[in-house]
């Protein structure tokens, strides 16, 4: 029953890498729309607003390569769970 627990514990860590994935992915997206806007609002009026459109950018780019690094260890977890024949976790 121990062994069941186990992987529901390592099914556990692996989910809540996945909803954090999911999470950063989501925020980057809805940061690179705000990009968009800002800068399209900066060269349709006089808003001197080139500093936010950098900060919302700079921030995407972060979320996704933090998205990335939680995507990798998701894989190498996963990976680690797989057997191969010989009836223990690798």
Do not use: D, Q, W, Y
């Not at 609002?41 to 996704?64: M, N, Q």
């Not at 998205?67 to 024949?85: I, Q, W």
Request: net charge positive; aromatic share 10%.
């Amino acid at each position: 029953m121990t062994a069941a627990f186990e992987e529901l514990k390592k099914l556990r860590a692996r989910g809540r890498l996945v909803n954090v994935c999911i999470a950063l992915l989501t925020f980057c997206a809805i940061l690179i729309g705000l990009t968009i806007m800002t800068l399209f609002i900066g060269e349709t009026t006089e808003a001197p607003i080139l500093r936010f459109a950098t900060v919302f950018f700079l921030s995407s780019v972060t979320c996704f390569l933090l998205a990335l690094v939680c995507f990798l260890s998701e894989t190498l977890l996963a990976t680690r769970m797989l057997k191969f024949g010989k009836g223990k976790a690798v």
